[in-house]
């Protein structure tokens, strides 16, 4: 054990390791990517996050910089959550703290997963409509952001977050709340972050319109247009998608909705493009809870390895699947559901969820699960996924990455939702082939070209992390480079949370850190 292994252990309540087992452990996450720490550390409080942050701050203020990445589930998929220093874990701080359910306000740990929350809340007859990995936690998904498939609907993790507790880089506590900008001397961290954020703004107003004019995608800090009103600012805009890059959130206050109903579910299946695109176009208009669409050699790949979708896929060879659902319930719910299904083509084979038939959906959508961990000699690992693409242009973009399939000799066959505007592919690449950064590299930079090309973004549906960002730090100009770094630096201005994920990413690094081996955790 290290001297500093075991000064921490003796500092904070919770655990620091540095055995080889458990950094290994930590080495990796749902990315294709393996970064080993060289400390990894468990805080069981607030108190302990802010006594480990005083203490990096302090060895930082001596030039000796230790990175640090925070941690959640182990979810990841673009590696933000790795760190060759230390990586700090909240998978104890996991409690519910209190729930007012007259008001459906409920205050929770950073650490506890989306599936614990749920949990809790269905006793109260509430919820929090996130359709994502269930034991992703709710820090995770503040800071991560993802474009969940019910975001259309409900709006995201952002809807639901009240206010936030954050841990600063120098060990500060802090609440998120509206505050007004004061030119007073700062007497701390927090007041140089509304002084700092006050002054940037209001001398780059250009840069500011061009990320509200949406020209430059979703890396970065773009929330900053969102966290300043006038002569205050609210800085909890800017977590969501900061990646632990900001501060550590500790605590979080959320807001509740009413269980609604369950869901119903409508699955179809097309044998062509045009058709597809022609019914989600018009599906979309009836305003469902979800609208998903599946190449259907994903089903094909499910089959083979023993799914029973036949009653679905009738044997077709080529084509897609649509999956549209409503909640809404009552009267309402089944004029939708009846319009929906009077929209599909009067060939159309179709299933309809009732008692009988819920097994088969229910067998559909873990399918999904099933290919993505799949892959023959290699694994579907995220590095083209959860980017945008505009419905208008979602036709020609897949005819596009039919002819990208054929040059880089990868199937990249397409899932994703329609009316988020969000997909993802899942190549299979041989992980530890002697060529596979130089794939995956191919993969990244003509993936960016087309999606680019067809008005979407590579970084549209979750945040650029350590992967995507060897390409969307690519495409800032100077003054937008200048621009992000600077809102990094006024969090974090010995610059040690997340040093090396987005704009600190090193491309060599990053590709170099591919993994050898695969990873026996489920890629959801």
Same mark, same amino acid.
């Given at each position: 054990?290290?001297?500093?292994?075991?000064?921490?252990?003796?500092?904070?309540?919770?655990?620091?390791?540095?055995?080889?087992?458990?950094?290994?452990?930590?080495?990796?996450?749902?990315?294709?990517?393996?970064?080993?720490?060289?400390?990894?550390?468990?805080?069981?409080?607030?108190?302990?996050?802010?006594?480990?942050?005083r203490?990096?701050?302090?060895?930082?203020?001596?030039?000796?910089?230790v990175?640090?990445?925070?941690?959640?589930?182990?979810?990841?998929?673009?590696?933000?959550?790795?760190?060759t220093?230390?990586?700090?874990?909240?998978?104890?701080?996991?409690?519910?703290?209190?729930?007012?359910?007259?008001?459906?306000?409920?205050?929770?740990?950073?650490?506890?997963?989306?599936?614990?929350?749920?949990?809790a809340?269905?006793?109260?007859?509430?919820?929090?409509?996130?359709?994502?990995?269930?034991?992703?936690?709710?820090?995770?998904?503040?800071?991560n =952001?993802? @474009?969940?498939?019910?975001?259309?609907?409900?709006?995201?993790?952002?809807?639901?977050?009240?206010?936030?507790?954050?841990?600063?880089?120098?060990?500060?506590?802090?609440?998120?709340?509206? !505050?007004?900008?004061?030119?007073?001397?700062?007497?701390?961290l927090?007041?140089?972050?509304?002084?700092?954020?006050?002054?940037l703004?209001?001398? $780059?107003?250009e840069? =500011?319109?061009?990320?509200?004019?949406?020209?430059?995608?979703?890396?970065?800090?773009?929330?900053?247009?969102?966290?300043?009103?006038?002569?205050s600012?609210?800085?909890?805009?800017?977590?969501?998608g900061?990646?632990?890059?900001?501060?550590?959130?500790?605590e979080?206050?959320?807001?509740?909705?009413?269980?609604?109903?369950?869901p119903?579910?409508?699955?179809?299946?097309?044998?062509?493009?045009?058709?597809?695109? %022609?019914?989600?176009?018009?599906?979309?208009?009836?305003?469902?809870?979800?609208? %998903?669409?599946?190449?259907?050699?994903?089903?094909?790949?499910?089959?083979d390895?023993?799914k029973?979708?036949?009653?679905i896929?009738?044997?077709?060879?080529?084509?897609?699947?649509?999956?549209?659902?409503? @909640?809404?319930?009552?009267?309402?719910? $089944?004029?939708?559901i009846r319009?929906?299904?009077?929209? *599909?083509p009067?060939?159309?084979?179709?299933?309809?969820?009732?008692?009988?038939?819920?097994?088969? *959906?229910d067998?559909?959508?873990?399918?999904?699960?099933?290919?993505?961990?799949?892959?023959?000699?290699?694994?579907?690992?995220?590095?083209?996924?959860?980017?945008?693409?505009?419905?208008? %242009?979602?036709?020609?973009?897949?005819?596009?990455?039919?002819?990208?399939?054929?040059?880089?000799?990868?199937?990249?066959?397409?899932?994703?939702?329609?009316?988020?505007?969000t997909?993802?592919?899942?190549?299979?690449?041989?992980?530890?082939?002697? %060529?596979?950064?130089?794939?995956?590299?191919?993969?990244?930079?003509?993936?960016?070209?087309?999606?680019?090309?067809?008005?979407?973004?590579?970084?549209?549906?979750?945040?650029?992390?350590?992967?995507?960002?060897?390409?969307?730090?690519?495409?800032?100009?100077?003054e937008?480079?200048?621009?992000?770094?600077?809102?990094?630096?006024?969090?974090?201005?010995?610059?040690?949370?997340?040093?090396?994920a987005?704009?600190?990413?090193?491309?060599?690094?990053?590709?170099? !850190?591919?993994?050898?081996?695969?990873?026996?955790?489920?890629?959801?």
């Amino acid at each position: 054990m290290s001297k500093i292994t075991k000064y921490l252990n003796q500092l904070i309540t919770g655990n620091a390791f540095d055995a080889p087992e458990i950094l290994e452990a930590y080495s990796t996450d749902q990315s294709a990517l393996k970064v080993n720490p060289r400390l990894v550390v468990l805080p069981e409080s607030t108190a302990d996050l802010q006594k480990l942050m005083r203490f990096f701050d302090q060895l930082a203020g001596k030039d000796v910089r230790v990175p640090v990445a925070i941690r959640g589930s182990g979810l990841d998929e673009m590696g933000a959550d790795l760190s060759t220093g230390v990586v700090i874990s909240t998978e104890k701080l996991n409690r519910l703290e209190e729930i007012d359910k007259r008001e459906r306000l409920v205050r929770v740990q950073a650490g506890i997963t989306l599936k614990e929350l749920n949990t809790a809340l269905l006793v109260s007859g509430m919820t929090i409509p996130i359709k994502a990995n269930p034991n992703e936690t709710i820090g995770s998904l503040i800071a991560n =952001c993802p @474009n969940d498939s019910y975001s259309a609907k409900y709006g995201g993790i952002q809807k639901f977050v009240e206010r936030v507790e954050i841990v600063l880089a120098n060990g500060e506590r802090i609440q998120t709340g509206r !505050h007004n900008i004061r030119s007073s001397k700062p007497k701390s961290l927090e007041d140089s972050i509304y002084q700092g954020l006050g002054k940037l703004v209001s001398e $780059n107003s250009e840069a =500011c319109q061009k990320i509200a004019e949406g020209t430059s995608g979703k890396a970065g800090y773009p929330n900053i247009i969102f966290s300043t009103k006038k002569n205050s600012i609210d800085l909890m805009p800017l977590l969501f998608g900061s990646e632990g890059t900001l501060g550590i959130i500790s605590e979080v206050i959320l807001h509740a909705e009413l269980l609604p109903p369950k869901p119903t579910r409508l699955v179809t299946t097309f044998s062509s493009l045009k058709s597809t695109a %022609n019914y989600l176009a018009k599906a979309a208009k009836l305003q469902p809870l979800e609208l %998903n669409v599946f190449d259907l050699r994903i089903l094909k790949i499910a089959e083979d390895r023993g799914k029973n979708l036949s009653k679905i896929t009738r044997k077709l060879e080529n084509g897609y699947v649509v999956l549209v659902s409503f @909640n809404d319930g009552g009267i309402k719910g $089944n004029r939708k559901i009846r319009q929906a299904v009077k929209l *599909l083509p009067s060939t159309s084979n179709y299933i309809l969820e009732d008692s009988e038939s819920a097994p088969i *959906l229910d067998e559909f959508e873990n399918s999904i699960e099933n290919y993505l961990n799949s892959a023959n000699n290699g694994e579907r690992v995220p590095l083209l996924s959860n980017f945008t693409i505009p419905g208008d %242009n979602l036709v020609s973009f897949i005819k596009d990455l039919a002819v990208l399939e054929q040059k880089i000799r990868l199937d990249l066959p397409i899932f994703g939702s329609f009316i988020t505007a969000t997909y993802s592919t899942r190549p299979s690449l041989r992980i530890g082939e002697p %060529n596979l950064e130089q794939r995956a590299a191919i993969l990244l930079k003509t993936g960016d070209i087309l999606i680019s090309k067809h008005g979407g973004a590579i970084a549209g549906g979750y945040p650029e992390g350590r992967v995507k960002s060897i390409i969307t730090n690519e495409n800032f100009s100077k003054e937008e480079k200048s621009f992000y770094r600077e809102i990094k630096s006024i969090f974090d201005p010995k610059d040690i949370l997340g040093a090396d994920a987005k704009l600190g990413t090193d491309k060599t690094f990053t590709l170099k !850190h591919l993994r050898t081996t695969k990873t026996p955790k489920i890629m959801l």
